[in-house]
């Protein structure tokens, strides 16, 4: 118990019990840092749709790829294509009629910033891409070509 002088001057104090103080803030913060873990565990969850238009603009904003490039990309119809659904712990993606589904993990959320894990076929190996939320779309990156592809949350 600690005495405490709540109107100095004047003889009024209030004793409380600062440990049991204490102890309902470390509660009520494990019960709130919980919530927020199971929140941000799912925060992927639900059908995303890459767009064509703003990747495109992440390319010429981004790097030094020629506008000849740039215009065969486009040729190409490359992006626009790909759709990924998010469980909690799972992703399928949906491109050029090839189904991919993989188990992930959230192992880091930092701001906007989200990385994941999940185990690479073609590697062999654990990978861990970083994505960039940014509203209902996020960002990941092609290390390859120095850009980063656009998908948007898809509306029911």
């Known amino acids: 118990m600690v005495d405490i002088n709540i109107l100095e001057g004047w003889k009024v104090s209030k004793k409380i019990n600062i440990?049991?103080?204490?102890?309902l803030l470390i509660i009520f913060f494990e019960i709130l840092g919980?919530?927020?873990?199971?929140e941000e565990k799912c925060i992927m969850k639900g059908k995303w749709r890459s767009n064509e238009k703003a990747t495109i603009e992440e390319i010429k904003r981004n790097t030094s790829i020629s506008e000849e490039r740039i215009k065969f990309i486009i040729s190409k119809r490359i992006f626009g294509q790909?759709?990924?659904?998010?469980?909690?712990?799972?992703?399928?993606?949906?491109?050029?009629?090839?189904?991919?589904?993989?188990?992930y993990k959230?192992?880091?959320?930092?701001?906007n910033f989200i990385t994941i894990e999940y185990f690479d076929d073609t590697?062999?190996?654990?990978?861990?891409d970083i994505i960039e939320l940014d509203g209902?779309?996020?960002?990941?990156?092609?290390?390859?070509?120095?850009?980063?592809e656009v998908l948007c949350r898809v509306k029911d």
């Open 106 to 111: 959230i192992i880091k959320k930092e701001g």
């Open 136 to 148: 209902d779309c996020y960002y990941v990156p092609i290390e390859t070509y120095g850009f980063r």
């Open 82 to 103: 790909l759709s990924v659904e998010f469980t909690c712990n799972e992703f399928t993606s949906h491109y050029e009629g090839n189904i991919n589904r993989k188990k």
């Open 34 to 38: 919980t919530k927020l873990k199971a």
């Open 123 to 128: 590697l062999g190996e654990n990978t861990v």
């Open 19 to 23: 440990s049991g103080y204490i102890l």
